[in-house]
């Protein structure tokens, strides 16, 4: 069963058009909820986090919007750039829980 | 500032034999520490946590061990590697905040098992 879902599985946009990645989830018990960018070879860095207390949260070119009702989220990425190409992970999780829940993740590309 | 290392950067290994990862954190104390396994081109799946020194939980059972010997150091073992250990080891510790848990991630590990 998997409680986190990413769409698409792969994304190509031009650069300077704003990406939409999406992100869903089954579990209500879910609060917090990070958005990772790994690229090859390298460990995820966090990128930007939502709580589910929050509806959108901004950070530069990254935001996220997130629909506690319909249990959605997705992360926008404005004016992407080639250096954006990366992947992107949806995680979430919740509360005192130590366990964090990952999407299978969206291969971004923006080509030039 | 946090760093966090994480050795060997590469293993090449045979099925059956034993391996041992090690990941260190510097300059945060008693941190809550992580093990992700990461196989080609897939997701993250958290294996052990530990939030002090001689602790350790399992998440997800693959046949691996893990020990804090240290409150910086954490050690991901097994005995007999089998061809399904081949994947990317990621090391992580989290920052606590009121209303949970941040994670940040090392720089991996990548383990092919022959």
């Known amino acids: 069963q998997q409680q986190v879902r990413q769409s698409p599985q792969s994304l190509t946009v031009w650069e300077g058009e704003t990406a939409i990645l999406n992100c869903s989830y089954e579990?209500?018990?879910?609060?917090?909820f990070p958005w990772y960018q790994q690229f090859p070879g390298e460990g995820p860095a966090l990128l930007i986090a939502i709580r589910s207390v929050s509806d959108k949260k901004e950070d530069g070119r990254f935001t996220i919007f997130f629909n506690k009702r319909e249990k959605k989220l997705s992360l926008h990425i404005t004016d992407s750039q080639p250096g954006d190409s990366a992947t992107y992970f949806c995680?979430?999780?919740?509360?005192?829980?130590?366990?964090?829940?990952f999407g299978k993740g969206t291969l971004l590309t923006v080509t030039p | 500032a946090q760093t966090i290392h994480q050795w060997p950067v590469a293993e090449i290994k045979a099925v059956g034999s034993p391996l041992s990862l090690g990941c260190t954190i510097k300059?945060?104390?008693?941190?809550?520490l992580y093990w992700y396994w990461q196989a080609t081109g897939g997701t993250l799946q958290q294996l052990f946590y530990s939030i002090t020194v001689g602790q350790v939980e399992s998440v997800v059972q693959l046949n691996l061990s893990a020990s804090r010997p240290k409150d910086d150091q954490f050690i991901l073992s097994t005995e007999k590697l089998l061809l399904s250990h081949s994947g990317f080891y990621l090391c992580?510790?989290?920052?606590?905040?009121?209303?949970?848990?941040?994670?940040?991630f090392g720089p991996g590990t990548r383990l092919t098992v022959l």
């Open positions: 579990n209500s018990a879910f609060d917090y």
């Open positions: 300059g945060k104390s008693s941190p809550n």
């Open positions: 992580a510790w989290s920052l606590i905040r009121d209303w949970g848990y941040e994670q940040y």
């Open positions: 995680a979430a999780g919740g509360g005192s829980n130590y366990k964090l829940t």
